[in-house]
């Protein structure tokens, strides 16, 4: 009894927020994060973020950069994905209503990022700051 609990609890605090706020995964946000910094203007890159079926570790499965605005992403959905994560300009940190709807729809959790805080989007559509300013600290 005590231990299906215990699972119950442990696979709450997965769909919570879990690998998606793991050392690994900052250290992927924050890569995304470099990566968006670097353009010129106010695009955004995107990756899966994927399970490696042999040891568990996370991968990002980067998505073509976009030209103007938006990455996008032509094909399937590498098997494994746990969350698509993606760069917010500045400007707009919040998830925007298609955030919301697709990770509704795909029924993936949605991660955004910027330099001062990173946001996900759970299936249900709701969605939480997990780390605020100075989160880009935690990656090294
Ligand atoms: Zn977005």
Redo the contacts with the bound molecule.
Sequence with gaps: MFITWLRFVTLLATVECGDLCSAAAIRDYAKLNAAASLMRHAN?R?AFIVRRPSDGSLRLVMWHAGDVG?ASWTGRIPAGTIAIA???PPS?PD??R??LR?AKRLRIP?V?ITARRVTIVQIDGTHREVFGAGWTRRAR
Excluded: Y
């Design positions: 955004e995107a938006e993606h760069t917010h707009t998830p925007s298609k955030d697709e949605i955004i």
